[in-house]
C-alpha cells in the first residue's frame, strides 16, 4: 500500500499550529486545557501482558497500564472488524449504520460514486481538536489513507498527515507475471532495518527495510519538538495521533523484535483450530481470501474449510503477530519517554487502542472480519492526565484500575473531549458513543445502553484479497474451488448496493447474539424480515481479562430451549439498534 508522505518543513508546522479558528470551547471547572496522545494500533487484540497474556512480551504497555490513574478497559469493543470502516466509525463518533461506511471504496465525506457522503460536513475527533484551537497532527496510519481522501486534511489536521510505507514481505515472483497483477507477497517475515529500502520484489539476501512503526513514532517526537519550541504563552495544546501498522497481515517485524521469540515451539496453538460446522454459523465463517494467496500459504498446502493450516506454519505466522506487536510495544515507550523528555507527561492524557482485533486460527479463521471475540474486542488504556484534578484522590491520582463493563470505540470521540477539558460535541451532532469520563470516576455503567454493537458483510463473489481488478473474480472463484459456491466473504470493494448479508451482533457481560440477514441495497438497510444464521453464545463462565481459547463462543446454544427468553431479549435489542425507524442524521 503505497500511501501520500509529505514531510512538512518546522517554519510551515509552527504557522499551522497558530491556527486557532472557531470550534468546541473549555469546559466548565477545568482548569486547562489538557494535551492528547491518542493512539491506534493496526489489527491489535488485546494479546498483551497486561490483559493477561503472557506469551507476547511488552514490557512498555504492561508498566504504562501500572501507573497511577491509567485505566485498563476489560471489555471493550470495535463496531466493525474492518480498518477503513472502523476508522470511519470512531474518529467520526458514529456507528457504521450511521456512516455507511462497510468497505474499501467509500468514505463518510465522499461515496465511491463520488458523491457527498452522509458526512460531507462532519466534525471528526482530531477535527473537534483542530477547530478548538489544538495543534492536531497525525503520523501513521490514524484515517485509513484516502478514506477519506488525504486521510482528511485540512479539516482534521493542522499540518499534512504522514504515513510511512510498511514493509509487505514481498518474494520474487516464480513466474514472469504474479497471478492476478498482486506481487507474491509471504504472510510474515522478518526484516532488517534500513533507511534505503531495497527494490520490490526483493533479490537474493535479508530483506531490508524501514520500520515504519518507528518512522512514525519518530515524526510524532520531531513535531512536539518542534511544537514545543514555541512561546509558552502562545503554545496550543497538542493533539498528536499515532497509528501503529506493524500487527496487520502481513505480518513483518525487525529481527530485534523476532529475536525476543527465539523458540518457535513455544509459540501457543489455537485450542479450536477447525472450522464451524454448524448450518446456524454458515456466514460466520469466510473464505480466506486475505491469506490464501500468500506464497507461504500457497508453498504450505494452502488452506479451506477443511485443511486449515499445519499447526507448524500456524507457529511461524503467530510469532510474525507476536513479534510485530512487540515492536509496536517499543515505539509506544519512545512516544511516553518524550512526553518526559519534553516535559509535558503530567499535562498529557494518553489513549491506547486498536482499530479492530485478529483472527490467529481460532475457528480456522485469519484475518479478522467476523462477529467473534477475536474480531471485535480490542484493548482500551486510558491515562488521565495526573495534573487533572477531576481524577485525584487523597492528594494526588489514583491506583490504575481495570473497567469491567461494555465499551464501544464510539466512545472515543465523547471520552477524550471530556479528558482534554472541552465542551461536549454538540448535541445536534447526534454522537452514537457516550463519555466514560464518568465510569472512570466511578466505577459504575453510563452508556445508554450496557452492551456492545458490531456489524460485518457478507458477498457471495469471488474477489482475491483486496483487489479490485474484476477480471481476478472467476480466478478467484477457481482457486477457492468447493468453497466457493458455499461460502460468503465479506465484501471488500463491493458496491454497497450489492452486498448479500449484513451481519449483527450484541454482545452484553454474559452473552453474544449474532444474526445475519439479506441486505435492501436500495435502502442501505438489513431485512430483517429475511434473517438466518443465528448465533447465541454463553459468556457467564468468561473469567479471564482476555482469553479466546477457553470463552463461550466455540459452543452455539442459540436452539437450547432454556436460553430462549435469553434469545428473545437479545433479539429484540438488536432490532432496537438496527432496525430502527427511518429517521435521518443531520448533516453538519
Given amino acids: 500500500l503505497k500511501d501520500n508522505t509529505m514531510v512538512v518543513g518546522a517554519a510551515a508546522m509552527i504557522v499551522a499550529m497558530g491556527v486557532v479558528s472557531v470550534g468546541g470551547s473549555q469546559a466548565e471547572g477545568s482548569p486547562h486545557r489538557t494535551n492528547i496522545l491518542f493512539i491506534v494500533v493496526d489489527n491489535l487484540r488485546p494479546a498483551l501482558g497486561a490483559y493477561g497474556v503472557p506469551a507476547v512480551i511488552t514490557p512498555r504497555i504492561d508498566a504504562f497500564v501500572s501507573t497511577p490513574g491509567a485505566v485498563l478497559f476489560s471489555r471493550a469493543f470495535c463496531q466493525i472488524a474492518w480498518c477503513s470502516p472502523s476508522r470511519n466509525s470512531f474518529l467520526t463518533g458514529r456507528r457504521p449504520q450511521t456512516t455507511q461506511v462497510y468497505n474499501f471504496e467509500d468514505s463518510f465525506r465522499r461515496t465511491a460514486a463520488g458523491e457527498p457522503g452522509v458526512g460531507a460536513a462532519w466534525v471528526t475527533l482530531p477535527g473537534y481538536f483542530n477547530r478548538s484551537g489544538y495543534y492536531a497532527t497525525s503520523s501513521g496510519k490514524v484515517f485509513h489513507p ?50 534505503t529500502p531495497q527494490p520490490q520484489p526483493p533479490g537474493p539476501g535479508p530483506l531490508m527495510f524501514n520500520d515504519a512503526d518507528a518512522d512514525c513514532a519518530a515524526t510524532v517526537i520531531s513535531r512536539l519538538h518542534t511544537w514545543k519550541q514555541q512561546p509558552a504563552a502562545s503554545r496550543p495544546p497538542f493533539f498528536a495521533a499515532a497509528g501503529f501498522q506493524g500487527p496487520r497481515l502481513s505480518w513483518s517485524y525487525p529481527k530485534e523484535a523476532g529475536a525476543k521469540y527465539p523458540d518457535l515451539d513455544a509459540i501457543p496453538l489455537p485450542f479450536h483450530p477447525e472450522s464451524p460446522v454448524s448450518p446456524s454459523e454458515g456466514a460466520e465463517w469466510f473464505r480466506p481470501t486475505e491469506v490464501a494467496w500468500y506464497q507461504d500459504v500457497i508453498d504450505g498446502g494452502g488452506i479451506s474449510h477443511a485443511s486449515p493450516l499445519p499447526p507448524a506454519f500456524q507457529r511461524v505466522a503467530r510469532r510474525g503477530d507476536y513479534a510485530a506487536i512487540t515492536n509496536v510495544d517499543i515505539q509506544v515507550g519512545r512516544l511516553l519517554d518524550s512526553l518526559a523528555d519534553l516535559g509535558v507527561a503530567d499535562d498529557t492524557a494518553v489513549v491506547l487502542t486498536a482499530d479492530h482485533a485478529q483472527n490467529l486460527g481460532e475457528g480456522n479463521m485469519w484475518s479478522m472480519m467476523n462477529l467473534m471475540e477475536t474480531s471485535l474486542r480490542i484493548p482500551l488504556i486510558i491515562r488521565p492526565a495526573a495534573s487533572d484534578r477531576r481524577f485525584h484522590r487523597g492528594g494526588g491520582p489514583p491506583a490504575a484500575s481495570v473497567y469491567p463493563h461494555m465499551v464501544e470505540l464510539v466512545d472515543l470521540f465523547p471520552t477524550v473531549a471530556a479528558l482534554a477539558g472541552l465542551a461536549p460535541p454538540p448535541g445536534a451532532w447526534q454522537l452514537d458513543g457516550d463519555n466514560l469520563v464518568p465510569g472512570m470516576l466511578t466505577g459504575g455503567v453510563v452508556k445508554r445502553v450496557n452492551a456492545a454493537f458490531g456489524q460485518i458483510t457478507r458477498c457471495m463473489n469471488c474477489t482475491v484479497s483486496y483487489t479490485t481488478n474484476a477480471d481476478t473474480y472467476q480466478a478467484g472463484c477457481a482457486e477457492d474451488g468447493v468453497d466457493a459456491g458455499r461460502w460468503y466473504v465479506p465484501c471488500a470493494h463491493t458496491n454497497r448496493t450489492d452486498f448479500d448479508l449484513m451481519g449483527m451482533s450484541i454482545r452484553t457481560d454474559n452473552w453474544r447474539y449474532s444474526v445475519f440477514c439479506r441486505w435492501d441495497g436500495a435502502a442501505l438497510r438489513p431485512l430483517f424480515n429475511r434473517c438466518g444464521w443465528h448465533e447465541l453464545y454463553d459468556h457467564r463462565n468468561d473469567t479471564a481479562l482476555y482469553d479466546v481459547d477457553h470463552n463461550g463462543e466455540y459452543a452455539n446454544v442459540v436452539n437450547v430451549s432454556a436460553y430462549q427468553p435469553v434469545r428473545q431479549q437479545l433479539d429484540t435489542m438488536l432490532r432496537e439498534q438496527f432496525d430502527p425507524p427511518l429517521t435521518p442524521h443531520l448533516n453538519l
Fill in 146 to 195: 484516502n478514506l477519506p481522501a488525504n486521510m482528511d486534511y485540512p479539516a482534521s489536521w493542522s499540518d499534512q498527515p504522514v504515513i510511512a510505507e510498511k514493509c509487505e514481505c514481498a518474494v520474487a515472483p516464480a513466474n514472469p507475471a504474479p497471478p492476478h497483477g498482486i506481487l507474491p507477497t509471504n504472510m510474515t517475515c522478518e526484516f532488517e532495518v534500513s533507511a
